[in-house]
């Protein structure tokens, strides 16, 4: 009984041990993490660089402009230049990195946007369900973005520093101490509306070309009261207060007839019409044949930006819609 006493005691010690030694990793791990905040990264440098410059850019605009605010989709979707002669207004293509998701690119466009301005939102559809940390927004919160990182909630923080890999402390260091080449986050493909150049378009191989035939229908499930419906719902929001026009449309995404046939998108436009928002055209704006894209189901080649822009303002005028206030 004694022998059985004795064993029930060293497991529960064992145990007692093993926690306590987690749970003082854990704590180690997440002051480490902690300490690093604000930190660049070669990785969060290629990220933030490009990005401040064209809020610098933004900002810099005196006149009141239309804003085309998104992920890559918008930055390799529309030509604000060719908006900009068209309409006869100034237009800044605000097109960010997708992953990055709805909070930081939203959070990011109002440094930019100005009482009068008019925000053209034209998010990809996976930005609407996809509220995950991931490597991108993680580098780009921790690198450069702390004061949307101090926006967030102990919790959220925690879960944050939590997802961050310990290998980041070492890029920190090597970044700090010039063992890369920093030159890398200098390159930014760009003009003064903020679109991508022709040379962001190099030839792309067969093989590439292949992948993009493999995409399948996107399987969309939206909900009213989803975490990224509030962050929107946030926004407009806030542009009322500020006097700035909030204005909607569809992302360029690969044409597939099942879109149609099951109003895959039906519940996001039901969404945006009960925030009571001017939407341009109807999902299918958007669509267009997988010969139109670059590199990814989101991203069109350099002709096919152009074609896109005229459709849409084609639709604009046909909608008679008012870009500016």
């Keep these: 009984m004694d022998d059985l006493k004795e064993k029930a005691y060293d ?7 093993t926690i306590s030694t987690a749970v003082v990793f854990l704590l180690i791990n997440l002051a480490v993490m902690a300490f690093t905040v604000g930190m660049q990264t070669e990785r969060s440098a290629r990220l933030c660089t490009p990005i401040k410059k064209r809020i610098d850019i933004g900002s810099q605009i005196e006149e009141q402009k239309v804003v085309l605010i998104g992920g890559s989709g918008v930055r390799a979707g529309f030509s604000a230049e060719l908006l900009s002669k068209n309409m006869d207004i100034r237009a800044f293509n605000f097109g960010l990195q997708a992953a990055l998701g709805l909070e930081v690119i ?3 466009a109002k440094k930019i946007l100005r009482p009068g301005d008019t925000a053209v939102l034209v998010f ?3 930005q609407f369900i996809d509220h995950k940390w991931n490597d991108v927004r993680l580098s780009y919160a921790f690198g450069c ?17 939590l997802a961050v890999e ?8 090597s970044y700090g101490t010039g063992t890369i080449n920093k030159s890398q986050s200098e390159n930014n493909y760009g003009n003064k509306f903020g679109d991508r150049e022709k040379k962001s378009f190099p030839k792309l191989s067969d093989e590439q070309k292949y992948r993009l035939s493999l995409y399948q229908p996107l399987q969309f499930n939206f909900t009213h009261s989803s975490d990224q419906a509030s962050v929107f719902k946030d926004f407009v929001s806030y542009a009322k207060e500020k006097d700035i026009k909030v204005i909607v449309s569809w992302p360029n995404t690969i044409r597939h007839e099942e879109y149609q046939k099951l109003g895959t998108f039906s519940s996001l436009e039901s ?17 267009y044949p ?3 894209f670059y590199d990814t189901q989101y991203h069109l080649n350099y002709d096919a930006i152009k074609v896109r822009t005229e459709d849409f303002i084609e639709e604009i005028n046909k909608q008679d819609i008012s870009l500016l206030k």
Excluded at 11 to 17: A, E, Q, R, V
Excluded at 271 to 287: M, N, V
């Design 145 to 161: 973005a702390t004061d949307w990182f101090g926006t967030l909630s102990f919790s959220d923080k925690i879960t944050a520093l």
């Design 290 to 292: 997988v010969t139109s």
């Design 271 to 287: 969404f945006f019409e009960s925030l009571g928002l001017q939407i341009i055209g109807k999902p299918s704006l958007g669509l």
């Design 106 to 108: 939203l959070f990011e």
């Design 11 to 17: 497991f529960k010690k064992f145990l007692f041990i």
């Design 166 to 173: 310990l290998k980041r402390l070492y890029e920190v260091i």
């Design 124 to 126: 990809e559809y996976n």
